[in-house]
């Protein structure tokens, strides 16, 4: 509201209270005396970022932690051994991790094939059981780990079964034990030997017609565990001849231990 007087000065309400109220006018001078302080906008800019950012360390520090603290797969941050390449199979849940310069390969039983490019003979493998199968809660559903190699004697004389005429497979358990993961998981450690021998002549008549010739002889390493009511079954295979060197064993060694089945979250 305005109000004009005769020497024509319009004045608002709040300077006709000042006006007519000295006291108001007198809180006004002491008001407009007092000093203020100003903080620049660039000063403020600042601040509110610096809050932002504490903000966002708290947030990213708190995530973190609770990876660390949440997380059953500690070995997700594992760098694999020298020399090594670490595969994670995310859909049925297994690691393991297998040497560099093998090379994945199709196959059409195997989850997951790697061969070696110099050894032909030499691959590794995982096999997963259906979950529509019989459910494991752990590798000693299937006995002891002597009844274990015996179960995986008879699967691989199937799997290596041949038509035709002539051809003869022989297996031997070689040695099968029990051992405990670091994560307290129990795994069953078996290895096999299977020769196949077939005749030069299928239709001879006479045995010196039929020569029978070796068509290889294979050293299998196995290692069985269990998770998700699931068996998995890492097969390593290698010739016969360098299953005993020094280098086969140690990378044997060091597959075995990387191998963990673990639990999927859905």
């Not at 800019?45 to 966002?56: D, F, H, K, T, W």
């Not at 699967?155 to 070689?174: A, C, D, H, P």
């Not at 890492?234 to 990387?258: C, F, G, H, W």
Request: glycine letters at 4%; hydrophobic letters at 35%; a positive charge.
């Amino acid at each position: 509201m305005k109000l004009c007087i005769p020497s024509q000065t319009c004045l608002n309400a709040p300077a006709m209270a000042t006006l007519f109220n000295p006291k108001a006018a007198e809180r006004k001078r002491q008001n407009s005396a007092k000093p203020r302080h100003f903080q620049c906008t660039s000063e403020l800019r600042a601040e509110n970022i610096s809050i932002v950012n504490r903000r966002q360390l708290v947030g990213l520090g708190m995530a973190s932690l609770s990876i660390v603290e949440g997380s059953k797969p500690a070995w997700g941050f594992e760098i694999p051994p020298p020399g090594y390449r670490r595969y994670n199979d995310k859909l049925d849940g297994y690691v393991f991790v297998y040497p560099d310069d093998w090379q994945k390969i199709t196959s059409a039983g195997a989850e997951f094939l790697v061969r070696d490019i110099y050894d032909l003979e030499a691959n590794a493998f995982v096999e997963v059981s259906s979950p529509s199968s019989s459910k494991f809660k752990s590798v000693a559903d299937l006995g002891t780990p002597e009844e274990a190699a015996k179960f995986l004697e008879r699967q691989y004389l199937v799997e290596f079964m041949s038509t035709r005429i002539g051809v003869r497979r022989f297996s031997k358990v070689v040695s099968f034990k029990e051992r405990t993961s670091t994560s307290g998981d129990l795994f069953y450690d078996i290895e096999l030997n299977i020769t196949s021998y077939a005749d030069t002549n299928q239709f001879g008549i006479t045995p010196e017609e039929r020569i029978e010739v070796k068509e290889f002889d294979r050293h299998l390493f196995t290692t069985l565990g269990t998770a998700n009511g699931r068996l998995y079954q890492l097969r390593v295979q290698s010739a016969e001849k360098r299953a005993n060197s020094p280098d086969v064993r140690a990378a044997i060694e060091t597959m075995y231990a990387s191998f963990k089945p673990y639990t999927i979250i859905a």
